[in-house]
Structure formats: C-alpha cells, structure tokens
C-alpha cells in the first residue's frame, strides 16, 4: 500500500521535495498550490542566487549552515539534469575599508566550518584583474568561486514538471483551509477544492507557514514578512561579470550588484521589516528604492541613468522566530513535517531541504523508502527561439512554422515557444491562463519594451488556446483580468 | 563571404526594415526609382501602428485629404501592391551585418524559416517603442491594468477588448489626449489625465477633447504609485514645482481600475546601435545628413526610428527622402558633396535631424523647440533665413525647407527660435 504525502506549496521547497519524492515507489504524492501557477510565492522574487554557503554560523543556525552548501552542490547536478538556466560565476565579498578584511576573515573560517571550497582572500590587484570595473575605492575581497545564479521560477517550473513526469500529481488554485488530525495523527487536507487524503502533510507554504502550522495545532513560531526591493536594467547597460556583494553587517548580506541570468544589470535587496499581516505587501517604495540604488553605488559607481530601467519590484523574506530553518516531524502530530522560515538561502538549499525531508520520513517516521526501478531525472528545457542557431531555428519552422514568427521582439521569443509554454502549463495542471504564466516560461514581456507590443499577442494565444474570450485572460490569476469585457461593453450596459 | 552557409540567401538592391508609413513610402519611392526592393515587416498586416490609429487626422499634407490611421496605411498599401513591390508581414529581422558599403545582410526569421539578404543599401524604418510605467519611476503593486497608450490602443482597436472603466491617464500629449477620447467614447469614465509639465503636451485641437468630454487635467502634477491586488484599485498623485520637484504634502489619492501611460516615445535603434551607427541623444535616433544617411554608409533611416514625428506626412516623405538617398548611394557609390555642412541646434531648439548638408540639394529641418513659446521667429543666421510662428511648442514638430543655392557657401548653419 502506497504512502499518501501532501505537500502544501509550490514553491522551491515543495517543488524540490516533491521532484524528490516521486523517486519512491511507495508514496503517492500531492503538491498542493493556491495559486494558479507554481513558483509565484516567495521564490518569485528574490536574487536568485545560488548561495556560497560560508555566512551562516553553524551554532546559531545549524540547518541554514548545513543545507546551503550541500545545496549549492547538488544544485551544479540539478541544473544539468533538469536544464535550468544558470551560471556559474562566482561572488566576491568586496572590503572597501582595511577593517573589512576582519569580518572577511571570520568568513573564510566560517566558510571552512561549513566545508565550502575554493575560497580564498584576494588582493586588490586581483580583484579587479576579476572585476574590472569594480569601485576603484576596493581593496581586495573574499572569492567564492561556486557562487551561481540560477532562473528561480524557471527552476520551480522545471522541478514540478519532472515530478509530474515521474507520477505526482498537481492541484493548482486548492488553497489548504483546514488539517485534518485524528488521535494525534494527520489524516488529509481540508481546501477549497474538497478533501485531499493524506498520511503525511509537508508545510512548505512559504510566508503562511505558521498558519498552516497552526492548523495542525503547532504554534511554538511566527513568520514575519521582511521586504526586500530591486531595480533591473536594459540589458544594454554593462554590469559585473561576478556577483558583489559588500561585506556584510549583523543584520544583511547587503546591497548585491549582478548581471543576472538573462545579462540584465540587477541591484537589491534592502531589508526592511514589515508585521507579519502584511504578507501580501509586495509594493515597491520609493524610500526603500533610494536606499538600494545608494547601497549599490558604493561597488558599483556607473550605474545608468534611471531612463535604463526596465523594471523594479520587491520580495518578502519569510523570517521565522529563531532566524532558523524550521524543518522537522512534529511530534505532537505524527505525519506532520514543518518545512518553514524558509528565508535566505532557501533558494540555495532547497535541494538539500528534500533530501532532508526524505530522510526525515524514513528516520523520524520510520517509513522505509523503495526506489523506482524507473525514475526519470532528466527533464528537457523549453524551446527558446533566441537560442536556436539560424540553421536549428529552420528544422524547428519546418516541423511547426510557429517557432519562425517572433511575438516578443525584445527577447525575440516566438509564437511557437509561447505555444509550447502553454501545454506545459497544461502538462502541470495549470487551469487559468495569465501572461505571468507565458513570462515566466520563454521570457516574453521582460524586455525593454515590457511587453507593450507583444502582451496583447500572447493574451490572443492564450485566449485561442485555452478557449476563452481574451478578456478573460488574466495577467496574473483570478482578479486580474485583462479587461473588463470587448469593446463595446459598456455601451451595452453590461460589464464582465 | 558567407555568414550562414546553412540558410537560404536572398539578394536585393535595398531592403527595408519595417512596414510602417515610413517603410511602406520608402519601398514605394525605391521601387520607382528602379530599385530591387524587399519590405519586411514583423506584424501580420502591413502599416506598422496606422491601423490600431482609427481616429482621424492623418494625411493633410500628404494626400491633401483628412484620413484615419487605417486608411491612410491602405492607401500607401495598395500603391505598394500595384507596383509590385515585394515584402513579407510575419517577417521579423533579427540581425543586421555590414560587411563593406556596398555589402550588407540582413538576417530575418518567419513562418518559412530564416533567410539571410544581400543587399547594397538598408533602410532602416523601425518605429519606436513607448516608455512604460517603470522608467518613469512609478512605484507600488506590479497588477493588471497597466498600459502604454498603444497598447490599450492595440487591445481596443485591433482586438476588440475594453481594458477599464475608470481611467487615469499619464502624459497629456496627442496620444494620451487621443486616448482618453477613445476611451470616453466606449463609455468609460477618465477620470484625469495628469501632465508634469505646466502647459499641456498635444496640438491645441486635441486638447479640446478634454473639454468636450468633460475631462480634469492637472498640470505639473505626476503619478507616482499604483495601488490594488490584482488590479489597479487607485493612483497617487503629487504636485511638482517650476523644478519638477514633488511637493511634499501635495499628494492625493484617484481610484481607478486603469492606468495608462502615454510618457512619449523611444525610437528603436538598437540593432543600429549593435553595428556601429552613431546615435544623437537628443532625437534618440541616428546622426543622418540630408538623405538620411547614417554615420554607417548606405544604412538609412526614416520615420519614428530617426526621430519622434507627430505627423505621418513628414514621416511618409522621410521614407521617400530615404528611398532617394539610397538611389544615389548604391548608383554612385556614396551621397555626394562637395563639404558636409554641420547644422548646429541655437536658442530654444531641443532637436533637430538632419544633423549634417550635403549642399547639393534642397532639403527640409525637422526640429522641436524645449519650452513654449508666443509670437516667434525661427533664424538660421548664417544665411539670414527667417520664419514667423505666432506659437511654438515642444509638441509640435516644425519644420523648416531650405534651398540648395542658400545653403551652398556656409560652413555651418545654426537654427534658433527667438522672440521676434
Ligand atoms: C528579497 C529576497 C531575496 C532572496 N535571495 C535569495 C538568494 O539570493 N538565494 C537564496 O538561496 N535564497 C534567497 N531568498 C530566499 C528564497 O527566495 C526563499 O527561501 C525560497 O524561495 C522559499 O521558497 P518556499 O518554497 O519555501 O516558499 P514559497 O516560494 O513562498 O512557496 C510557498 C508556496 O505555498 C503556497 N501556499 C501558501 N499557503 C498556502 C495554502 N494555504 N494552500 C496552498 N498553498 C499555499 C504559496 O502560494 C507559495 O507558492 C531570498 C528571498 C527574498 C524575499
Ligand atoms: C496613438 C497614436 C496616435 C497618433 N495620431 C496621429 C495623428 O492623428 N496624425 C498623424 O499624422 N500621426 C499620428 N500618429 C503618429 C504616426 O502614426 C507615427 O508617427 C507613424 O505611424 C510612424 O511611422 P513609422 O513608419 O516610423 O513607424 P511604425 O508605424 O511604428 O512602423 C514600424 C514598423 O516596423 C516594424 N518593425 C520594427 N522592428 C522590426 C524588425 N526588426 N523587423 C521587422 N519589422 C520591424 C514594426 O512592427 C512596425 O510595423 C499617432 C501615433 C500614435 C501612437
């Protein structure tokens, strides 16, 4: 008989214990999401880096100092398993002040502790022999050369895809409202969509963590919003080749400078602390703005006129009571395991976060694992048009002329990329159709233009593909539609 | 000298990039002078953005006539179609490489496959993109129902859906006022449109729109945040000073369901750009002289890519000045002169295109001053030229014909609007 686990939420962590757990032929796992599509809590909007492991202090944070730097080591497999966008460029913690070098010091050892390798201090001549258009005002910094960066939605997607292909299964838009515990034990979620059975549940609900906790009966945690805010630049504005990082303070890693993934000059976060109802605040501020673009000039002094950006926007931290990773079997409630305050780097150790669920099912819940004769690691990257060689772009036209008609021409992202997105939108149970959900699959609408020419395209597809009128289709899910009805509605007297 | 042995190549005197008005006239006038042309434009349809442009005003000096977008884009059309001009639609350029003056490719993918061009001349007709919410430093909640002016345009008159009801405009230039008629027109409620500038951005004719629908404008004001989950719920609004400094403590909050923001246009230049084309900040397009040549020989340009026009007349004749110079080009291999005359912006000229004379023939300056003015004279002192304008007003472009015979001897020429 099959183990029954729910997981609530798609996010990095419950996307990586789910791709984890469809190794076992014994459990038959739910991933449960509120939203309409997967990755769009927290691990929407952060740094996306793929941390290097050396800053967490292993006696007052045990779990984040133990599972960031076997994350980062299993995320160099995953990546090439799962053909995430990444890359692999290293981070230097820059000392702009002799004192620095104290702090910079005790990372090192610390780095060591936690078993990072390759990590050395470096002097300024070889700073900027690695970074050339650093402040001139560095005097050398720490190297970190498995520092990554990786696509964090493009990865939440590429992890429950696999795990569908090896038997999980999706329900999307189910928010969890209640848990069901007979006799000290879970018995299944309670959601908008009905009752899901289940042995074990996995609290993997991000920002709401501590109210599904609560559900269960567990209140010993709170989780707290704290916000972070970022600028993104065209991508023809120069950035750095590495990640920078100033060298941190008690309370922040500080004010990053990168080139993020797709070659845009990215700087954030801030930290700022919000109350914990304030979990659905995600709105940029001014002030917290300012303060980011002053905390990136200092490392990086030729930042762009502001006329460069093409975006800003903000993130919220899921800061639990204790600071630490809360991951564990609630003894209180057999089947119950808590995986909450996932903060930074929860991107980074979400790999490592899995394997320690699985661990924790078979040790602290005595349920021995089998593996599948068959399971299948690998999963095959989207087709991306703007990465397609001329003569490989033909053979794709040849098989579906779509893929030769460009819809976002910043990017230049094509029909039939958008049309494979949305059947693997399909695939993994998405139910509304939103262009958030195309965006973040081929990267359409991210350009310089934002999309003001292409998103009208993409709603049509959108619209044809999933059989709705294109007003209906949303940007972002449910009560964010598009329009209010076609154009003479109102004239009508009528309103969608 | 093959780039891509792999793909089929194609090999024409001049291809045009782009179907828009620019274009369209481009490829028209080269066809007529004789030359090999192929348009390639990436849309389904031909026109570039005229056919989403259902309200009229378009044609008065070119057709003599006042046209819609639509109609004004049919026509151009069907003249491309009776000379037998060949473009393709769903055709997207994706590279352009200069090998040499006379050796140029131009690599565009469609639902065929992708092609590589020869050909000895390009003109470049582009467009421009319009500046959105986030580089002019709104801030707030990233939700449904924010949009450019165009591509609201684009949702209503192309596709038919109606983005909102209670509508904020941003930007109170033609294509904002313009705008905040069609949507009134639907039956939706604008409740603002907010200028941050003291005096309003379009011609006086469409200002009168606000009046006529009954419609508050807030000059020096600016809209600084959206608010809402899911979709905009309310804008806040602030007061800025002679500076454009907000005024602390000026703030008020509209609700709204839309907000669409018409803050100007940017012309697209970053494949010239990629090449080596020199750009002048002040148009936002490339250096050209009088035929609309780029600082890279035989690479012309025309329309919204060379600078922000407000009429499709000027931008029509920019294509058929483009489509000339790419005659003389590729027949004598180079626009002749016998000294580039450098045209030099004076008082109150914000931009000015062409940048450099050949001398060799008559030619029109298109130029847009920075602050409004009344009861004016536009000089070009070095030839003691003289022009009367009862008003002027960075909205309006103006422009200015001057004659081969009295540019001949100068050096230099400097354009300014001064009081008369
Ligand atoms: C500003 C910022 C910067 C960061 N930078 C980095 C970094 O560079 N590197 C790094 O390693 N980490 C970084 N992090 C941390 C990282 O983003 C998070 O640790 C990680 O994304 C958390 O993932 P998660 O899956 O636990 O949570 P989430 O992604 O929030 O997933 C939880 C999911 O649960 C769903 N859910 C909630 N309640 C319910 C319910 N009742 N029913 C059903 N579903 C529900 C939510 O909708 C959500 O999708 C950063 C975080 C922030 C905010
Ligand atoms: C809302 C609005 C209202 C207006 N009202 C008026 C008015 O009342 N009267 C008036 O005279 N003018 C008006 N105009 C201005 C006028 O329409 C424009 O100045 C003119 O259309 C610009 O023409 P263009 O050919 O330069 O560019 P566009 O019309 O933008 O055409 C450029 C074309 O090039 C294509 N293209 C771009 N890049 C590529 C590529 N790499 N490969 C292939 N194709 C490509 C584009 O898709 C587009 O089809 C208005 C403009 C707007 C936006």
Redesign the interface.
């Known amino acids: 008989m099959k183990t029954k686990v729910a997981i609530i939420g798609a996010g990095i962590s419950g996307a990586s214990i789910a791709r984890v757990l469809s190794k076992y032929e014994n459990l038959e796992v739910h991933l449960i999401e509120k939203a309409p599509d997967v990755g769009w809590g927290v691990s929407k909007a952060n740094t996306a880096l793929i941390h290097g492991g050396y800053d967490d202090d292993p006696e007052k944070y045990p779990m984040r100092a133990k599972l960031c730097i076997r994350g980062n080591r299993l995320w160099h497999q995953w990546v090439k398993e799962l053909e995430i966008p990444h890359v692999w460029n290293g981070a230097l913690i820059v000392a702009l002040k002799e004192e620095d070098f104290d702090e910079l010091e005790k990372l090192l050892e610390r780095g060591r502790q936690n078993g990072v390798p390759e990590m050395r201090l470096v002097d300024r001549e070889e700073v900027f022999h690695l970074e050339p258009n650093l402040t001139r005002e560095a005097i050398g910094a720490l190297w970190v050369p498995i520092v990554g960066q990786i696509g964090p939605i493009p990865a939440v997607i590429a992890l429950v895809e696999n795990a569908v292909a090896n038997g999980v299964k999706t329900h999307l838009e189910t928010e969890v409202r209640e848990i069901k515990v007979e006799n000290g034990e879970v018995k299944g979620v309670e959601t908008n969509n009905g009752f899901i059975e289940a042995d074990i549940v996995i609290n993997a609900a991000g920002l709401y963590a501590d109210r599904i906790a609560r559900m269960a009966g567990i209140d010993y945690f709170e989780i707290h919003p704290r916000k972070g805010e970022y600028w993104i630049f065209d991508d023809?504005v120069p950035g750095p080749k590495r990640v920078l990082f100033p060298t941190p303070t008690p309370i922040s890693k500080g004010i990053v400078v990168t080139t993020e993934i797709s070659g845009h000059l990215m700087i954030g976060p801030n930290a700022q602390d919000l109350p914990p109802e304030e979990k659905?605040n995600?709105?940029?501020?001014?002030e917290g703005?300012e303060q980011v673009w002053e905390g990136a000039k200092k490392l990086w002094p030729q930042l762009p006129p502001?006329?460069k950006?093409?975006?800003?926007?903000a993130g919220l931290r899921p800061e639990p009571t204790g600071g630490d990773f809360i991951i564990k079997a609630e003894e209180e409630v057999w089947g119950f395991i808590n995986v909450a305050g996932i903060r930074s780097p929860g991107l980074t150790s979400a790999p490592a976060i899995a394997h320690e669920v699985a661990g924790i099912i078979e040790n602290s819940l005595g349920i021995e694992l089998k593996e599948k004769e068959k399971w299948n690691p690998y999963r095959k990257e989207i087709t991306h048009?703007f990465m397609m060689r001329?003569?490989q772009?033909?053979e794709a036209?040849?098989k579906n002329?779509?893929y030769?008609?460009?819809v976002c021409?910043c990017n230049?992202v094509?029909e039939g990329d958008i049309l494979e997105a949305i059947e693997r939108m399909k695939f993994i149970g998405v139910k509304t159709p939103s262009v958030d959900s195309v965006k973040f699959r081929t990267k359409a609408t991210t350009g310089?233009?934002?999309?003001?020419?292409c998103?009208?395209k993409i709603?049509?597809l959108l619209a044809r593909e999933y059989g709705v009128e294109?007003?209906k289709v949303?940007?972002?899910?449910?009560?964010?539609?598009?329009?209010?009805?076609?154009?003479?509605?109102?004239?009508r007297g009528e309103?969608a | 000298m093959e780039p891509?042995p792999?793909?089929p190549m194609l090999s024409y005197d001049v291809v045009v990039i782009g179907g828009g008005p620019a274009g369209m006239a481009a490829a028209v006038r080269a066809k007529e002078l004789g030359l090999n042309v192929l348009l390639l434009d990436?849309n389904d349809y031909l026109g570039g953005i005229l056919p989403q442009c259902i309200h009229p005003g378009f044609g008065l000096h070119y057709y003599k006539e006042e046209l819609t977008g639509p109609e004004f884009a049919s026509r151009l059309a069907r003249k491309l179609v009776e000379l037998g001009v060949e473009y393709k639609t769903?055709a997207?350029v994706?590279e352009i490489k200069n090998y040499s003056d006379l050796e140029k490719v131009v690599?565009f993918?469609?639902?065929?496959?992708?092609y590589?061009v020869w050909a000895k001349a390009i003109i470049y007709a582009a467009g421009a993109?319009?500046r959105?919410?986030?580089?002019i430093?709104i801030?707030?909640?990233?939700?449904?129902g924010i949009?450019?002016a165009?591509?609201a345009q684009?949702?209503?008159?192309?596709?038919?859906?109606?983005?909102?009801?209670e509508i904020v405009i941003v930007g109170s230039g033609d294509v904002g006022l313009i705008m905040a008629r069609r949507f009134a027109l639907?039956?939706?409620k604008v409740k603002a449109v907010i200028e941050l500038m003291p005096y309003p951005g379009g011609l006086a004719r469409n200002v009168m729109i606000l009046r006529d629908f009954d419609i508050p404008l807030y000059l020096s004001h600016k809209v600084?945040?959206v608010?809402g989950?899911?979709?905009v719920e309310r804008v806040k609004v602030v007061k800025v000073d002679e500076n454009l400094n907000e005024i602390p403590g000026s703030e008020f909050w509209i609700e709204a369901?839309t907000l669409i923001i018409s803050a100007g246009l940017v012309p697209s230049v970053?494949k010239l750009?990629k090449i080596g084309v020199e750009i002048d900040p002040a148009t936002g397009g490339p250096v050209v002289n009088d035929r609309l040549e780029t600082s890279v020989p035989g690479i012309f340009v025309a329309g919204n890519s060379l600078l922000i026009n407000d009429l499709v007349d000027y931008v029509a004749e920019q294509g058929e000045l483009a489509a000339e110079g790419a005659k003389e080009f590729i027949e004598k291999g180079g626009i002749e002169s016998k000294k580039w005359i450098k045209v030099e912006k004076g008082e109150n000229v914000r931009l000015l295109a062409p940048h450099y004379l050949s001398g060799e023939g008559d030619v029109y300056l298109y130029l847009r001053v920075s602050k409004p003015m009344e009861d004016v004279e536009l000089r070009v002192p070095e030839i003691g030229k003289k022009m009367r304008l009862p008003v002027v007003k960075p909205a309006e472009m103006l422009r200015i014909k001057l004659k081969a015979e009295e540019i001949k001897n100068t050096e230099k020429l400097t354009v300014e609007v001064v009081k008369a």
């Open positions: 023809d659905e995600l709105a940029t501020t001014k703005l502001r006329s950006v093409i975006r800003t926007f048009f001329p003569e772009a033909n036209v040849k002329p779509a030769g008609k460009i021409r230049n094509s310089t233009c934002q999309g003001s020419f998103r009208p709603i049509q294109p007003w949303t940007l972002k899910g449910k009560g964010s539609e598009i329009g209010i009805g076609d154009v003479k509605a109102l004239l309103e | 891509f792999q793909i990436e769903a997207r994706l690599i993918t469609s639902p065929s496959g992708v590589q993109r319009e959105h919410a986030f580089e430093g801030t707030g909640d990233r939700v449904a949009y450019t165009g591509e684009m949702l209503m008159d192309i596709y038919g859906v109606l983005p909102g009801k639907e039956g939706a600084v945040e608010r989950k899911g979709r369901d970053k750009k």
